[in-house]
């Protein structure tokens, strides 16, 4: 027969499987029979052979040692045919692995039985993770004539450190004895996971769906290497910047099981403030707890002001001008960026259509605070105002009106006096009636007219008389008359009449 196959050993049994090829019991009624050969470098005149029909064999072998064996076949108690030699070594149970932390991992095993057979020892420890961190690394170490107080191998230990968290590892150990012809002999492979870590901070923050009380945020997971762990959730942390100061969490669970994550999230945050800036800090959290930050900050959008401008006052400074005056509302009333505020009046007696006058706001200061004046020019003259409202703009709308206020224009000067008539002329005396300006023209109450005369040619001593108003009507409509005497005869008079008001 062919040479049997599959070679593998252990402690306590050596295994094989038939050679390759067909062997009915019907041609073959006794079956294959195997002859299993072995000894230890250490003793190789202490030949050991052993026969059996089936393909495993039950030994006792010496620990920590290093045995070449070999298996033939043959049929019908024939001769054995063709060899199939391997190298196994034994004790390979007592190599373990732990986990110190989660960038190291101590491995430890016992020493062959060589230290002291004047022979150097080479052990290779290789050690790669499974899914990260996938290059293979050595650490690679000689032993020579090393034995404890009791005549035996001092048992090894070495630090695998600079490993990745959270990662398998897959360590063999190797044995190379020059002196014995034994090369790169694998005598134990085991597996360990280095301890979860704190993640690093999530990746690529960027904000959708934002409206005046609402945007959400979407991230990925920190790169795949730096996750140190399953992430099993997201701590989410916002805090507005102007209003809604009060820090608040939330959690982002992840249904994945998947290590490394893969998958994007998405939080989603409502019942903010409108036109303010949020300062949202993301973290992953696994076995190690929470991990670092991730910094976005979003700022929700406008709309139109809710409150009203708040101690509206207006006050005549001049004749035609009227200032406005008021307290912009609290803060978190404004919702933006206030640009501009309307002032809209009606006059009486005169002025009576309603006009608006639009003010800008230049400040970029948000939000406002404190008070803003606009003064109305080119007014009617003693004139009441009703100013009804005052509204507050920005960038998505016009808010509330405030309550009406009134404001009265100064008095002027008023203009002439209109349709002087001389009447009653003798010698001596004659009178002048006149009407009041007109109405629009008289600038304020008028309380007296000012009679100015002077004669030509004699009598030419500049004299002055008042005409009192009786009316305080506003317009004064009422005609008056002065008269005037003790005059000279056929002499020419000029005559000036002005009205007077509070200017």
Same mark, same amino acid.
């Given at each position: 027969?062919?040479?049997?196959?599959?070679?593998?050993?252990?402690?306590?049994?050596?295994?094989?499987?038939?050679?390759?090829?067909?062997y009915p019991t019907e041609v073959f009624p006794a079956g294959l029979q195997y002859q299993v050969t072995y000894r230890t470098l250490q003793n190789l005149s202490d030949?050991?052979?052993?026969?059996?029909?089936?393909?495993?064999?039950?030994?006792? @072998?010496? %620990? !920590?040692?290093?045995?070449?064996?070999?298996?033939?076949?043959?049929?019908? +108690?024939?001769?054995?045919? %063709?060899?199939?030699?391997?190298?196994?070594?034994?004790?390979?149970?007592?190599?373990?692995?732990?986990?110190? !932390?989660?960038?190291?991992?101590?491995?430890?095993?016992?020493?062959?039985?060589?230290?002291?057979?004047?022979?150097?020892?080479?052990?290779?420890?290789?050690?790669?993770?499974?899914?990260?961190?996938?290059?293979?690394?050595?650490?690679?170490?000689?032993?020579?004539?090393?034995?404890?107080?009791?005549?035996?191998?001092?048992?090894?230990?070495?630090?695998?450190?600079?490993?990745?968290?959270?990662?398998?590892?897959?360590?063999?150990?190797?044995?190379?004895?020059?002196? @014995?012809? #034994?090369?790169?002999?694998?005598?134990?492979?085991?597996?360990?996971?280095?301890?979860?870590?704190?993640?690093?901070?999530?990746?690529?923050?960027?904000?959708?769906?934002?409206?005046?009380?609402?945007?959400? /945020?979407?991230?990925?997971?920190?790169? +795949?290497?730096? %996750?140190?762990?399953?992430?099993?959730?997201?701590?989410?942390?916002?805090?507005?910047?102007?209003?809604?100061?009060?820090?608040?969490?939330? +959690? #982002?669970?992840?249904?994945? /099981?998947?290590?490394? @994550?893969?998958?994007?999230?998405?939080?989603?945050?409502?019942?903010?403030?409108?036109?303010?800036?949020?300062? #949202?800090?993301?973290?992953?959290?696994?076995?190690?707890?929470?991990?670092?930050?991730?910094?976005?900050?979003?700022?929700?959008?406008?709309?139109?002001? #809710?409150?009203?401008?708040?101690?509206?006052?207006?006050?005549?400074?001049?004749?035609?001008?009227?200032?406005?005056?008021?307290?912009?509302?609290?803060?978190?009333?404004?919702?933006?960026?206030?640009?501009?505020?309307?002032?809209?009046?009606?006059? =009486?007696?005169?002025?009576?259509?309603?006009?608006?006058?639009?003010?800008?706001?230049?400040?970029?200061?948000?939000?406002? +605070?404190?008070?803003?004046?606009?003064?109305?020019? !080119?007014?009617?003259?003693?004139?009441?105002?009703?100013?009804?409202?005052?509204?507050?703009?920005?960038?998505?709308?016009?808010?509330?009106?405030?309550?009406?206020?009134?404001? %009265?224009?100064?008095?002027?000067?008023?203009?002439?006096?209109q349709n002087l008539s001389s009447e009653n002329i003798t010698s001596t005396s004659f009178c002048v009636t006149f009407d009041p300006p007109s109405n629009i023209t008289q600038n304020g109450q008028i309380t007296s007219y000012t009679v100015t005369y002077q004669g030509e040619l004699f009598n030419t001593t500049e004299y002055n008389t008042?005409?009192?108003?009786?009316?305080?009507?506003?317009?004064? =409509?009422?005609?008056?008359?002065?008269?005037?005497?003790?005059?000279?005869?056929?002499?020419?008079?000029?005559?000036?009449?002005?009205?007077?008001?509070?200017?």
């Amino acid at each position: 027969p062919g040479v049997p196959q599959s070679l593998n050993a252990s402690n306590d049994n050596i295994t094989w499987t038939a050679p390759v090829g067909i062997y009915p019991t019907e041609v073959f009624p006794a079956g294959l029979q195997y002859q299993v050969t072995y000894r230890t470098l250490q003793n190789l005149s202490d030949v050991q052979t052993q026969t059996t029909n089936e393909t495993i064999l039950q030994i006792n @072998l010496s %620990q !920590n040692d290093v045995y070449i064996y070999s298996i033939a076949a043959s049929i019908f +108690n024939s001769n054995f045919g %063709q060899t199939a030699v391997s190298t196994f070594a034994t004790g390979t149970e007592d190599t373990t692995a732990t986990t110190i !932390n989660s960038t190291a991992i101590t491995v430890s095993f016992r020493q062959l039985q060589y230290c002291s057979a004047d022979v150097t020892v080479q052990y290779d420890l290789a050690y790669a993770g499974v899914e990260l961190d996938t290059t293979v690394r050595n650490v690679v170490f000689n032993i020579t004539n090393q034995t404890t107080s009791g005549g035996s191998c001092e048992p090894q230990s070495v630090d695998l450190t600079g490993l990745e968290e959270y990662v398998n590892y897959m360590i063999s150990l190797s044995v190379t004895i020059t002196e @014995l012809g #034994v090369n790169d002999l694998l005598i134990a492979e085991v597996m360990n996971e280095t301890f979860q870590a704190v993640s690093a901070a999530p990746q690529n923050l960027t904000s959708e769906n934002i409206t005046s009380t609402s945007f959400c /945020v979407t991230f990925i997971p920190p790169t +795949n290497n730096t %996750q140190n762990g399953q992430i099993t959730s997201y701590t989410v942390t916002y805090q507005g910047e102007l209003f809604n100061t009060t820090e608040y969490n939330t +959690n #982002v669970s992840v249904s994945s /099981v998947v290590y490394p @994550l893969t998958e994007s999230s998405i939080v989603c945050l409502s019942d903010l403030e409108e036109y303010n800036n949020y300062t #949202v800090l993301i973290r992953a959290n696994n076995g190690a707890g929470e991990g670092d930050a991730a910094t976005i900050t979003v700022q929700t959008l406008e709309t139109a002001p #809710v409150a009203a401008p708040q101690n509206v006052n207006a006050t005549s400074n001049t004749a035609t001008t009227i200032t406005v005056c008021f307290e912009f509302p609290e803060g978190s009333t404004q919702n933006g960026q206030l640009t501009s505020f309307n002032v809209t009046l009606v006059g =009486t007696p005169f002025d009576t259509e309603s006009q608006t006058i639009s003010f800008n706001i230049t400040s970029i200061e948000y939000p406002m +605070n404190g008070s803003l004046c606009g003064d109305v020019t !080119n007014l009617e003259e003693f004139n009441d105002y009703n100013i009804t409202p005052v509204i507050l703009i920005n960038a998505a709308g016009s808010g509330p009106s405030s309550p009406s206020v009134q404001a %009265q224009t100064l008095q002027a000067v008023s203009t002439a006096p209109q349709n002087l008539s001389s009447e009653n002329i003798t010698s001596t005396s004659f009178c002048v009636t006149f009407d009041p300006p007109s109405n629009i023209t008289q600038n304020g109450q008028i309380t007296s007219y000012t009679v100015t005369y002077q004669g030509e040619l004699f009598n030419t001593t500049e004299y002055n008389t008042n005409v009192s108003v009786s009316s305080v009507v506003y317009p004064l =409509t009422e005609s008056s008359i002065v008269c005037l005497s003790d005059l000279e005869e056929y002499n020419n008079y000029d005559v000036s009449i002005r009205a007077n008001n509070g200017a």
